[in-house]
């Protein structure tokens, strides 16, 4: 199983490495089934933004059920523009769409999820031995309506396409060589890490790295798939993902950007538990995502989006709470297997980050994973303290 990414297929030069990476694991033994993203992105003609401009620009008035019909043409642009490079260098392919595919999602539109597949058809292609390159990002529901998986739908279908088809491996190829200890536009020495478990790099992911979706390494993991994260333009490895893999303390950090720290006060700290959730409930009833919870005697802190935090805000004002916002700030995480079995590694964190003159606002961990809220603009000299104390430029095993 092979999916390319939008900057994997974006021009000529990158879908000719692309059909030279499916005609490499042709050439091994393989039968591969390609899995593809819209070309590009905005404001690239086929990128999936660009053709949904075409009518959020002029403000029309299109349904969800319509934005998802729109939003697959990307797509199936991309499947049937691969599958002819893969025929001209004389291999025969089949583009097929998410439904063609026996992709069988609920109604959910703009973020459907994978109720089943049939594997019939591909089974088909695969047998003939042809290639099928399926249109990623989509699949359609019993009554026949197109639907889209939402962000990083793509490797979501690579993933489910390959549990479904037991493949041996699902490739994920980017734009980058794989997942990295560390952002490496804050430090460009970053180190690839060569291996990582499922559960390691779904939290890094859920805490701002951005490489590959958590629900398709779920999938991943429920299904008993290694998937390797790897470049459509360079030769190396990449990144490993499954669970055999040796647990080291910490195994790279994700930053998040972007967030405001919300403190809203209880009318009556007599009732706190009264008031906590009449809080959350006004917060969820206009749709807005809350994170980093902390609880106290007198107030209830959490974080959102700066995007939202002045509708978060009137909310709890117009339910009679008040409130303090504190804009610009972010989390930064450090995220390792082996953390649960070493004691002091929270200690070591904030002391990292105190020598580096960063101020903690709040913290919050899990069993492999340690968040602390700071302002944004500290967010640099705080990765990198981080990526020190843990010595992440070191080569893994």
Same mark, same amino acid.
């Given at each position: ?48 933004? !660009? %053709? ?12 969800? #059920? ?54 019939? #058809? ?28 939402? #962000? ?39 180190? %690839?890490? !060569? ?8 939290? %890094? ?172 603009? !500290?967010?640099? #000299? ?16």
């Amino acid at each position: 199983m092979q999916k390319f990414g939008g900057t994997s297929v974006g021009d000529d030069e990158a879908r000719l490495k692309a059909r030279d990476r499916v005609v490499f694991a042709k050439k091994q033994g393989f039968d591969p089934v390609v899995v593809v993203s819209a070309m590009g992105r905005r404001p690239g003609p086929y990128a999936t933004d !660009s %053709l949904l401009d075409l009518v959020r620009a002029k403000d029309l008035p299109v349904d969800a #059920r319509s934005l998802d019909l729109l939003a697959s043409c990307g797509e199936v642009i991309s499947c049937v523009v691969m599958a002819g490079y893969l025929r001209a260098a004389g291999y025969e392919a089949v583009p097929l769409t998410g439904a063609q595919a026996g992709i069988r999602t609920d109604a959910q539109f703009g973020d459907a999820s994978i109720q089943g597949i049939n594997t019939a #058809r591909l089974l088909d292609v695969l047998a003939s031995g042809r290639i099928p390159v399926v249109a990623g990002f989509q699949g359609v529901t019993d009554d026949g309506e197109v639907t889209t998986l939402g #962000r990083g739908g793509s490797d979501t279908t690579a993933t489910a396409l390959g549990v479904a088809l037991r493949a041996e491996c699902v490739e994920i190829y980017t734009d980058v060589e794989g997942v990295m200890t560390v952002d490496p536009k804050i430090v460009p020495e970053a180190r %690839l890490i !060569s291996a990582i478990t499922y559960f390691e790099v779904e939290e %890094l992911a859920n805490n701002g790295a951005k490489v590959v979706h958590p629900r398709a390494v779920q999938i991943a993991q429920q299904g008993g798939i290694p998937v390797r994260v790897r470049s459509t333009f360079a030769e190396s490895e990449g990144t490993f993902i499954t669970d055999d893999v040796a647990r080291r303390v910490i195994t790279g950090i994700a930053h998040v950007d972007g967030l405001a720290r919300v403190e809203a006060l209880y009318p009556n700290p007599a009732e706190p538990s009264k008031a906590r959730v009449a809080i959350l409930k006004a917060i969820s009833t206009i749709g807005i995502n809350v994170d980093f919870i902390n609880v106290t005697p007198r107030a209830i802190l959490f974080t959102v989006k700066d995007e939202v935090a002045k509708a978060a805000e009137e909310a709890l004002r117009s339910e009679g709470f008040a409130c303090h916002v504190m804009a610009e700030c972010a989390k930064v995480s450090v995220v390792g297997a082996g953390m649960q079995e070493v004691p002091g590694v929270m200690a070591r964190v904030v002391e990292a980050l105190h020598r580096a003159g960063v101020h903690i606002m709040q913290t919050v961990d899990s069993e492999i994973t340690i968040s602390c809220l700071i302002d944004q603009a !500290s967010v640099t #000299r705080a990765v990198r303290a981080l990526y020190e104390e843990f010595d992440l430029g070191r080569p893994s095993a």
